[in-house]
């Protein structure tokens, strides 16, 4: 399985990101797909995630409200609508992949395949 992020950069508080994971290497219809984010001096933390056999969305409280998460089955692709950004939202944010998995978890080690990342930084 292979995730290639993109979407990433430099926005004022307050505005919109859309990042993207495109995916390929499995059949897509099973699995979770997650989006986590990484912050300056901090640990990896789960943001939002998708399963693609019940169609189930979870977000972190953190972005509730902000962010959509939502996936283009055609091309394999998920998105993580960001808006209302605000600068704690700045990380290196990064796709998840597990096809193992039934429901969402924000359990980074049940995770077996990622992203190498892209970076949002949002000023003040």
């Known amino acids: 399985v292979q995730l290639r992020e993109s979407g990433g950069g430099l926005v004022q508080a307050g505005g919109s990101l859309r990042l993207s994971c495109q995916a390929s290497g499995r059949t897509f219809s099973t699995g979770v797909m997650g989006w986590f984010r990484q912050g300056p001096g901090k640990e990896r933390e789960f943001v939002a995630g998708?399963?693609?056999?019940?169609?189930?969305?979870y977000y972190a409280d953190s972005v509730k409200g902000r962010f959509s998460i939502s996936r283009d089955s055609a091309t394999n692709t998920i998105y993580l609508q960001m808006n209302r950004l605000k600068p704690e939202d700045t990380a290196v944010y990064y796709c998840?992949?597990?096809?193992?998995?039934?429901?969402?978890?924000?359990?980074?080690?049940?995770?077996?395949?990622w992203g190498q990342g892209t970076q949002v930084t949002v000023t003040s």
């Open positions: 998708f399963g693609w056999r019940f169609g189930d969305f």
């Open positions: 998840a992949d597990d096809p193992s998995l039934t429901i969402v978890t924000m359990f980074e080690p049940l995770y077996d395949y």
